[in-house]
């Protein structure tokens, strides 16, 4: 279950990044048109070039921040190999963003089969079909896989692919922001040296 969550007036006397982090996202949830728990994921590939795409936060806890893609996608392969990422949460209504760095571990076999049964079965077979970050020749060409892939599984279950998983993101790092007048932003930002240390928090200069 998520953490408590707190009040959301002036969060610099707050100690708990993820209860902070709970009280945002439920603004959000009430104040945000579309996808309030969209989030950037920030990656680096093999030659040091960074990369960034949008993707949906699944849940979080005190262990971390959990979605889920492709593990042979360009994201999975980067996560994969380099064992860390960043997020980032922008709420344009709320004037507010945090960001989010640390270590990632894949979710476990539960985690993943659970979340992968829970979504439409049209994105189940989709997870099949598509070839995610592959050169696609053409649209008929991924038509036709969902076609291939729908007369495959029928009207039963869809199994999970055993290339479809889930990431966990373990905080070292968390930055809360508020805009604030004249660009006089608040920014509070809690650090630690490992996902089971103990949090220091610091204000910057905006």
């Known amino acids: 279950m998520p953490p408590e969550e707190l009040t959301t007036g002036d969060f610099s006397d707050q100690d708990d990044p993820f209860a902070l982090f709970g009280a945002w996202l ?12 969209a989030m950037a994921v920030a990656t680096v590939d093999p030659d040091g070039l960074p990369n960034v795409r949008m993707v949906l936060l699944k849940g979080y806890d005190r262990d971390g921040f ?16 380099a064992g ?28 993943a089969d659970a979340y992968f049964q829970s979504r439409p ?26 076609a291939r892939y729908t007369a495959k599984f029928g009207v039963g279950e869809i199994p999970r692919p055993p290339h479809w998983s889930g990431f966990r993101i373990k ?6 922001w508020h805009d604030r007048p004249f660009r006089l932003h608040d920014r509070i930002v ?17």
């Open 171 to 176: 905080p070292v790092q968390m930055e809360f």
């Open 190 to 206: 809690f650090r630690r040296d490992n996902p089971e240390a103990v949090w220091s928090k610091t204000r910057l200069y905006p």
């Open 26 to 37: 439920a603004d959000a949830e009430r104040k945000e048109t579309n996808d309030p728990n």
């Open 66 to 81: 959990v979605f889920y893609t492709n593990h042979e996608s360009a994201k999975g392969r980067e996560i994969l190999a």
């Open 121 to 146: 079965r049209g994105s189940r077979i989709g997870a099949w079909a598509s070839k995610q970050s592959a050169p696609l020749e053409s649209r008929f060409a991924l038509e036709t896989a969902v």
């Open 84 to 111: 860390k990422a960043a997020l980032l949460f922008h709420w344009k209504s709320l004037r507010r963003q945090v960001r989010v760095r640390g270590l990632v571990e894949t979710v476990t076999d539960a985690e």
